[in-house]
């Protein structure tokens, strides 16, 4: 990787940081407990329903941010960018679409 490149991985890898910081902000607000007596059943319900759906985006976005992390910090170690398991070289493509890998594709598949 060059280091024009890795530069570009790095704000790549910033600017999806504060997407997800925002967007854990947003489904914290949503998942919050809401008081059965507010609401009828039905409404309930459905609230139900996508506090589940909410819950598990909120969880998803938190393991991509905490992975997110871990890769800016080793961004500058010679490593970066190095399958963990084959010790190949991650394509610079998949990096930029998934800047916290840490496989290359044949082994994440
Ligand atoms: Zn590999």
């Known amino acids: 990787m ?9 704000h790549k ?10 967007e854990i902000v ?11 007596e507010d609401m009828d059943e039905i409404t309930r319900m459905d609230s139900i329903v996508h506090k589940s759906v909410n819950e598990a985006a909120l969880a998803a976005a938190k393991t991509r941010l905490a992975g997110l992390e871990y890769a800016i ?8 960018g190095c399958c963990i398991d084959c010790g190949e070289k991650i394509g610079f493509a998949r990096l930029l679409a998934m800047p916290e890998t840490v496989r290359c594709i044949d082994c994440a598949s």
Request: net charge positive.
């Open 2 to 10: 060059t280091s024009a490149q890795k530069t570009e991985v790095k």
């Open 13 to 22: 890898m910033i600017a999806e940081l504060n997407r997800l910081t925002q």
């Open 26 to 36: 947003t489904l914290e607000e949503v998942t919050r407990p809401v008081s059965a």
């Open 73 to 80: 910090k080793r961004i500058d170690e010679p490593k970066f």
